[in-house]
């Protein structure tokens, strides 16, 4: 079993900052993926950005060039930082962790991850 807790969230205004952090616990070690999910009112959660064990990393279109998803091993954390925030970026955000190997085309895919935290709410002001 694997615990992921959230952290970070709150309100800021458009063009600022937010970094976002994931903790987790258990067997950790058994995780190959974690990901960045956001789910705003009324629309589906989507995927935001995976890191796997290597460090390899993908990103939605969306944030691309204003997200950085980055971890520490050491700690077992998970970052988000989040620059140049838009109105559109405001959602609850969910931290996910996979055990499972995820073909690089999947890894935004909420499926395909099987742990999931509370979520942190994100809201950004124009």
């Known amino acids: 079993q694997v615990q992921v807790v959230e952290s970070g969230g709150g309100s800021v205004q458009a063009g600022g900052s937010l970094r976002l952090s994931c903790a987790a616990s258990g067997y950790t070690v058994s995780i190959h993926c974690m990901g960045w999910f956001r789910q705003a009112p009324g629309k589906e959660r989507e995927g935001v950005a995976s890191i796997d064990s290597n460090s390899n990393t993908r990103y939605a279109d969306s944030v691309k060039g204003r997200f950085t998803i980055s971890q520490d091993n050491a700690k077992n954390t998970l970052y988000l930082q989040m620059n140049s925030l838009k109105p559109e970026d405001t959602a609850m955000y969910y931290c996910?962790?996979?055990?499972?190997?995820?073909?690089?085309?999947?890894?935004?895919?909420?499926?395909?991850?099987?742990?999931w935290g509370q979520g942190t709410q994100v809201t950004v002001s124009s």
């Open positions: 996910a962790a996979s055990q499972y190997r995820i073909s690089w085309w999947a890894r935004l895919q909420r499926t395909f991850y099987n742990y």
